[in-house]
């Protein structure tokens, strides 16, 4: 499952390399438009007025079409590598490592020309980028591994000290009089510039760097999720927490001329933190980030050539934060939503199950004093409130819904009793509270009076095993109704003391064992 | 005197001291986000205060100072506090979420910049790069004296945060080394927090507009860096992160100057090699710091392994001398016994001589006397420890290397412990005899 998933990533990104390799898909997007627009235009003649539209839609523009490809693939591999950095708890990595790529590119403009080279062109200032991104890593990896500081520090001291140095290089350039107007767009990034070249670098790349992650998928998850085991079973640790790094430098370096430094440090943690919302396993959110990434790259780069002043790389981000904040809020695995409801949802097992054990108490009590056993004497509403300090309203709804799945009957005077299955599902309740109550007892030695309160809390998650094991230790007698005597006295102002704080428990604590 | 006073009234030396109360203003609470690991806090506000300058501008229509300090504060802050709330409302990693907060905020910053970029000119280069090299051309009239107004402005906010940490000194300790203790202790530890962050918030918002924003950066986190790694105390650390601030003020003031003309070019950014001289005293720290540098533990770890050797070369020739009363041993032969490099054991050797503990005989060398008694101390430690290590139940095959490793560490009380604990044998498991304590 999980490595289907992960081919398909890696089947696709070359695909898209490959094709970006020359004009086949360009020449493959025109024969589509062609194909589909004749019949759009003849079935909506309107849509002549909104030819800017269209000719987004269909990409038309040469440009535009560079620059959507070019931006979703990088987009693409910003998440698959971000997935990686954020479970390592390294998510602003991409932000030291971004700064730090920075007087590589003043130095390889500055060198270039006495070496014979162009100091404009890109492979040229992307391999000074690499180089000193790569010297970035390295000091992270001096200051964490051979100082006391911890990771945050170090990030922020090569952040700030490259960035430092970059600046400076920067301003040697400027004043010796170089022509150095292209280099800010390292900063800003100019998703406008982008030529077929670069959508191109950015393809391929970004499928080297996923093709890397994939053949390392195991290694680089065991580096994430348990540090310490993948050292103890022989895996190079280092040189893979090298290599995770030097991935995001590589990927930082293609993103720097489409969306510039700090954006790429969003395109690096958004897209992996927004899939996080949405699973648990980690094949499927390294597919959530790309696709995530992806379509930010995509929306972003879009909006930003429909409308007139809004900057390409900055659209990118806000798209992917938007993305974020809808996982966040809708994520099936993490998500706010799920989680409030998951709570909601256990809450209201638990306050079923306090209103069934609480009513079969009050039953048993009941027969008890009337000395009757049939277990007919109903519970009046009111006994049943005094009982726990729960809410009207919350004992009314939970009272309503028993009563709809037929655990809880009314008797013609309107008291309460419960029917055959809630007798049931009540005796297991209280059997399990009571067993707990008897261990605590017995094999912990807690007081009498403070295991109600104790047993109250764990009733709920007590597995079948567990009881099991717990009937063994105590070895019961198997009593008349199948389940132990409560060890304390119950009743309702006994009862409800102990669950209203320690003053109330210790006042319990006189009461005496039956 | 006077003209010190000159000097500093000077162009050069107005820009040192902007730089010096900037540097001095970002240390202070540095100390603390380095401590409480929130070190790149300050370059996510550096970000993120881009809309708070746009709206500004917006709602008043004008590049006056005032709102537009208020609005990066306030823009700050709400960094800190969104990036804790989607901590913990989204249960995401901290770095993540402060990733998530400031990039989304600069994005949003320059898309609001870029649509009133028609009415105005309010680049984003502008805001990022508040040039050091300016600040003395700006002045305001201040009690007769014409003083630039970056000096007031940081002046202002390094008394205000240099107060700030006397007054909560104990306070911002306690909350930052340990919160749960501060909130028993009767402070609040959110309070401090929230504190904390308005003070980096306006120490940042303010550098930004004056000095520019590396120069603050950098200052939040390596200064108070370095000064960790050279004390374990928090007074001493904010001093020491002090002194550092200010060293790379004028360290890199000077070499913005120097260092470009070595290769040629002319002078380069101020505030740029501030932050580059800042590292670089954060590397020589880390390599020489005498509590933990990297130079100080090679240097014990060498000195540890030399003499280990050494004790080793004395008891190997005791052990031969055991077997073969009068034997003088050739260097080769202790190198091939050891296992050890030659150019290492001719060193350990030459000290043992020197020390009177081993002499050179008719090509080979043989303790002296008082080497005799320090190599039977060795020797009876490895033997005692051997002996003890078996009655406690583990295997003879084992006990040879683990006592190999304690006899360096043994002192003779230990010793006298372990006969008594083992009851005196007089044979160590493998049959050799043990040595007396002598003297």
Not at chain 1, 362 to 382: F, I, M
Not at chain 2, 215 to 227: I, K, R, Y
Request: glycine share 8%.
């Amino acid at each position: 499952m999980k490595w289907r998933a992960l081919l398909l990533i890696l089947l696709c990104e070359p695909l898209i390399a490959s094709c970006a390799q020359g004009a086949e898909l360009f020449s493959a997007v025109d024969v589509l438009s062609t194909v589909t627009t004749p019949s759009l235009e003849s079935a909506s003649s309107s849509s002549q007025s909104d030819s800017h539209l269209s000719r987004l839609i269909f990409l038309r523009d040469y440009n535009t079409r560079v620059v959507i490809l070019g931006t979703s693939l990088l987009g693409m591999a910003a998440g698959v590598v971000g997935t990686f950095t954020l479970l390592r708890r390294r998510a602003l990595m991409g932000d030291a490592l971004s700064h730090a790529t920075l007087p590589g590119v003043g130095l390889a403009f500055l060198l270039a020309p006495s070496l014979g080279l162009d100091g404009k062109s890109l492979p040229v200032l992307l391999t000074g980028a690499a180089l000193s991104g790569l010297c970035g890593v390295a000091a992270i990896m001096f200051v964490r591994n051979m100082t006391r500081l911890r990771e945050d520090a170090a990030l922020g001291i090569v952040l700030s000290v490259f960035f430092g140095a970059g600046i400076a290089v920067f301003s040697v350039v400027q004043k010796s009089g170089g022509n150095a107007a292209g280099l800010e767009t390292f900063i800003y990034g100019k998703a406008a510039l982008l030529s077929a070249g670069d959508a191109r670098l950015i393809a391929i790349i970004g499928a080297g760097v996923t093709f890397v992650i994939v053949a390392l998928f195991r290694e680089l998850t065991l580096l994430c999720f348990d540090e310490g085991f993948a050292a103890s079973r022989g895996y190079p640790v280092l040189l893979l927490d090298i290599l995770l790094m030097a991935l995001v430098v590589i990927t930082t370096i293609i993103g720097l001329k489409a969306v510039g430094l700090i954006l790429m440090i969003a395109l690096l943690v958004i897209p992996a933190a927004a899939a996080r919302f949405w699973t648990d396993g980690l094949a499927k959110m390294t597919v959530i980030a790309a696709v995530c990434g992806g379509a930010s790259g995509l929306l972003g780069s879009a909006l930003s050539a429909l409308f007139k002043d809004l900057p390409s790389g900055a659209m990118i981000v806000l798209v992917s934060a938007a993305l974020f904040f809808v996982s966040m809020i809708f994520g099936t695995a993490r998500g706010v939503l799920v989680r409030a409801l998951r709570r909601r949802s256990l809450n209201q097992a638990i306050d079923r199950e306090h209103l069934l054990r609480g009513l079969f108490e009050l039953l048993e009590s009941h027969s008890a004093s009337h000395g009757r056993s049939d277990g007919t004497a109903a519970v009046s509403y009111s006994e049943l409130e005094d009982l726990r300090t729960w809410t009207p309203r919350r004992l009314r709804s939970q009272l309503a819904r028993c009563k709809a799945q037929n655990l809880v009957q009314t008797t013609t005077d309107g008291r309460l009793l419960l029917s055959n299955e809630g007798r049931t599902e009540a005796r297991r309740l209280v059997h399990n509270h009571r067993l707990w109550e008897l261990y605590l007892m017995t094999h912990a030695e807690v007081a009498a009076a403070r295991v109600d309160r104790e047993a109250d809390a764990i009733e709920h998650v007590l597995e079948p095993e567990l009881i099991a094991k717990l009937e063994a230790l105590l070895e019961l007698e198997h009593t008349e109704s199948g389940i132990p005597e409560s060890p304390h006295r119950i009743s309702p102002s006994g009862t409800s003391g102990a669950w209203q704080g320690s003053a109330g428990a210790s006042s319990a604590g006189t009461e005496t064992l039956p | 005197m006077s003209g010190l006073i000159a000097w500093f009234s000077s162009y050069d030396g107005l820009i040192i001291i902007t730089g010096i109360l900037c540097a001095v203003a970002a240390a202070l609470p540095g100390n603390f986000l380095v401590l409480r690991r929130m070190s790149l806090l300050g370059d996510a506000i550096s970000h993120a205060v881009l809309p708070g300058l746009a709206i500004a501008f917006f709602l008043t229509e004008s590049r006056a100072s005032v709102p537009m300090f208020v609005g990066a504060v306030l823009v700050g802050l709400l960094t800190a506090v969104l990036t804790e709330w989607i901590r913990d409302f989204g249960s995401v990693d901290e770095g993540a979420s402060m990733g998530v907060v400031f990039t989304t905020l600069f994005a949003l910053g320059l898309v609001m910049i870029v649509q009133a970029a028609d009415h105005v000119d309010l680049d984003p280069g502008c805001v990022l790069y508040g040039s050091i090299e300016s600040t003395p051309l700006e002045t305001v009239l201040v009690a007769g004296h014409e003083i630039p107004r970056a000096i007031l402005m940081l002046g202002s906010v390094a008394i205000l945060n240099l107060l700030f940490v006397i007054v909560f000194f104990k306070e911002l300790l306690i909350s930052a080394f340990d919160p749960g203790m501060a909130t028993t202790a009767g402070y609040s530890a959110r309070l401090m927090h929230y504190l904390l962050m308005v003070i980096v918030a306006i120490t940042a918002v303010a550098s930004f507009e004056t000095a520019g924003n590396i120069l603050v950066v950098a200052m939040f986190v390596v200064p108070p860096s370095t000064a960790y790694l050279l004390t374990t105390r928090l007074s001493r650390m904010i001093v020491l992160s002090l002194i550092i601030a200010v060293a790379s003020a004028i360290l890199g003031h000077w070499s913005a100057k120097a260092v470009p003309g070595w290769f040629g070019f002319g002078s380069t950014s101020i505030a740029g090699m501030m932050a580059l001289c800042a590292g670089l005293l954060f590397l020589l720290a880390a390599l020489f710091s005498p509590l933990n540098g990297v130079v100080v533990r090679v240097y014990r770890r060498m000195k540890l392994a030399r003499r280990i050797l050494a004790e080793d070369v004395i008891a190997l020739l005791y052990r031969l001398e055991e077997r073969q009363p009068g034997r003088s041993v050739p260097l080769s032969e202790i190198c091939t016994r050891l296992l050890s490099s030659r150019v290492a054991t001719q060193w350990a050797v030459t000290r043992k001589v020197h020390k009177g503990f081993v002499e050179l005989t008719d090509g080979g060398y043989r303790l002296t006397a008082v080497g005799q008694r320090a190599a039977a101390e060795l020797v009876r430690s490895h033997r005692l420890w051997e002996h003890y290590l078996v009655t406690e139940g583990i295997s003879p095959d084992v006990i040879h290397r683990q006592a190999e490793k304690l006899e360096h560490y043994t002192d003779r009380e230990l010793r006298d412990r372990l006969q008594t604990e083992s009851s005196a044998p007089a044979l160590d498991p493998h049959g050799s005899p043990i040595p007396e304590e002598r003297g």
